[in-house]
């Protein structure tokens, strides 16, 4: 047996230098903590975006609830008898900017924060029309000044009447329970007062597009422009057929009142340095409504006890182009904690862009 002693190498084998062995090792060992590392930095990256966007989506979220907070303020003091009979005995032109008046008429006030800004607008409710009060007569005459075809006017006509009446009987152009039914997703007629503006949605006929509004081409022409949407226009909290002159916008004057476009941004105008008192009032400053009045002056309010309001909020932070946006209902009244009730909230995302330059005197 001590004859017999042989080597590896003479089978042909070589034998590697473990030194060789150690490095081969090395560099697996750093590849693989590379991996780790890089799935490591990624991993972490990706909770840093994360957190940001959800920090400031919360600050975004905090400057839209700042504005709507903001607003209600203004309105308790809007309906504070003592507040304003002060702001009565002050000229206009002695109250600075931040100190006047929030006008519920939909125009925009900018709030500005550290982090951004936040646009806010008040609409009055009685500035529009209650869905649940308004005659045939003047129902038809607001769907006809929308510029529908008449047979969809029609239907849109015909299905909200029969819609809130407590019938089963359909008008010839309208809907009942037969007709809900028969869609892929059937629920009834209400055959009642709607509950929320929002309600019309189901109604045969309403379109998102007939509610929302939208672009709408001229006939004959290639310009597109702004259509106004039934939820602009519509409201179960209003307090009739009669709107608010004084809050009430420049396209709800001329489709609710039918008066010229023109005619109802002069009344725009007027109001901006103070609201109109009586009819008297409105005739002396707006004199090119007088060939309207024995029309539409039973449908004119001066002075609306409605206290019911939309507030819409949205806010960006700065440099950003994502927006969040939030809409609400609220009802002043003194006899709720607070001073008043929220009826509605909405919360949602928008796109638009707030306005970048200074703000005009009446906002802040």
């Not at 017999?4 to 693989?32: E, K, N, P």
């Not at 890089?38 to 994360?50: D, G, P, Q, W």
């Not at 400057?63 to 203004?74: D, F, K, L, T, Y």
């Not at 057929?241 to 809050?247: K, M, R, T, W």
């Amino acid at each position: 047996m001590r004859n017999c002693r042989f080597r590896i190498s003479d089978f042909g084998f070589r034998i590697f230098d473990s030194r060789g062995i150690v490095l081969i090792m090395v560099l697996w060992v750093i590849a693989i903590l590379s991996v780790v590392v890089l799935e490591f930095c990624f991993a972490m990256r990706t909770e840093v975006h994360i957190t940001k966007n959800y920090k400031e989506d919360l600050q975004r979220y905090a400057m839209v609830q700042g504005g709507v907070q903001r607003a209600i303020v203004e309105l308790i003091y809007k309906h504070d008898p003592r507040i304003e009979q002060a702001r009565k005995g002050q000229k206009s032109e002695e109250t600075p900017p931040e100190k006047r008046e929030w006008v519920a008429d939909g125009r925009p006030y900018l709030i500005q924060f550290s982090q951004g800004a936040c646009e806010v607008r008040i609409i009055s409710e009685a500035g529009k029309v209650n869905i649940n009060i308004l005659s045939e007569s003047m129902l038809r005459r607001i769907i006809d000044r929308l510029g529908l075809e008449a047979e969809v006017k029609d239907i849109v006509v015909d299905s909200i009447l029969d819609w809130k009446d407590p019938n089963d009987f359909h008008r010839v152009n309208g809907a009942e329970n037969e007709y809900y039914q028969s869609l892929k997703e059937p629920y009834l007629c209400k055959n009642g007062n709607l509950d929320s503006i929002e309600e019309l949605l189901l109604i045969r006929g309403v379109t998102p597009d007939l509610f929302y509004g939208g672009k709408g081409a001229k006939k004959g022409e290639k310009e597109f422009v702004d259509r106004i949407g039934l939820k602009e226009i519509f409201s179960i909290y209003a307090p009739g057929e009669q709107i608010d002159i004084n809050s009430a916008s420049p396209v709800i004057l001329t489709v609710v009142l039918g008066i010229p476009g023109e005619v109802a941004q002069s009344i725009v105008n007027a109001r901006e340095e103070k609201g109109f008192a009586n009819l008297q009032d409105l005739l002396q400053r707006v004199p090119e409504l007088s060939p309207f009045i024995n029309e539409i002056g039973r449908f004119i309010l001066f002075r609306s006890v409605t206290a019911y309001y939309t507030i819409e909020s949205s806010a960006r932070l700065r440099e950003d182009e994502l927006g969040r946006g939030l809409k609400t209902i609220v009802k002043i009244d003194p006899r709720e904690k607070g001073g008043y009730k929220i009826l509605q909230w909405m919360d949602s995302f928008v796109d638009s862009k707030l306005q970048r330059e200074p703000s005009p005197p009446s906002a802040l």
